[in-house]
T-cell receptor, first 114, second 117 residues
């Protein structure tokens, strides 16, 4: 158990809908990262927050947005869903320790868009 | 731009044997970190080992060691004494350590390892 929690574990929704994925980082970790893992695209970095502020942006679509709240939990909002958005969405957290910055991943949310 | 290449889509290895998973990277950054993660069939991503670009010694964590060859831009993972539980997908990843973009991780396509009895 990495200490990172993600809810829900599974989500099935229809095209055009909007969903919110939630992540709670490990205790003490200030950084939260979101990733999308699909068969054709592999593991893609979406966005990173550090102590409530956006720090880095990857291949995140404009239909997707995220935020990190004062209690450090984060939410990833996916809107106008398309079939191609079906994927496993991971949240990871890390703490700035020495120079490693290793990430600890949550169990993921499997999103199926029908 | 950074790029991570894992050329081995899949490998079979016999129990108790060692296996080397290849990873090459491309970056113009001077300061970066290299990581290996394991993803079993259950789906979770497990951090295995880290190597900093300025580290002179190869990183080791138990049965995992990272063969870091900076001039060749390679960061191969060696798993010694393979166990059945090592069967999983293995990902190589890199992040640069410059202040303005230290959040960006990039992952390779992964190598599926199957350990046979």
């Amino acid at each position: 158990d990495s200490g990172v929690t993600q809810t829900p574990k599974h989500l099935i929704t229809a095209t055009g809908q909007r969903v919110t994925l939630r992540c709670s980082p490990r205790s003490g970790d200030l950084s939260v990262y979101w990733y999308q893992q699909s068969l054709d695209q592999g593991l893609q970095f979406l966005i990173q927050y550090y102590n409530g502020e956006e720090r880095a942006k990857g291949n995140i679509l404009e239909r997707f947005s995220a935020q990190q709240f004062p209690d450090l939990h984060s939410e990833l909002n996916l809107s106008s869903l398309e079939l191609g958005d079906s994927a496993l969405y991971f949240c990871a957290s890390s703490v700035r320790r020495a120079e490693t910055y290793e990430q600890y991943f949550g169990p993921g949310t499997r999103l199926t868009v029908t | 731009a950074q790029k991570i290449t894992q050329t081995q889509p899949g490998m079979f290895v016999q129990e108790k044997e060692a296996v080397t998973l290849d990873c090459t990277y491309d970056t113009s950054d001077q300061s970066y970190g290299l990581f290996w993660y394991k993803q079993p069939s259950s789906g979770e991503m497990i951090f295995l080992i880290y190597q900093g670009s300025y580290d002179e010694q190869n990183a080791t964590e138990g049965r995992y060691s990272l063969n870091f060859q900076k001039a060749r831009k390679s960061a191969n993972l060696v798993i010694s004494a393979s166990q059945l539980g090592d069967s999983a997908m293995y990902f190589c990843a890199m992040r640069d350590m410059t202040t303005d973009s230290w959040g960006k991780f990039q992952f390779g396509a992964g190598t599926q390892v199957v350990v046979t009895p």
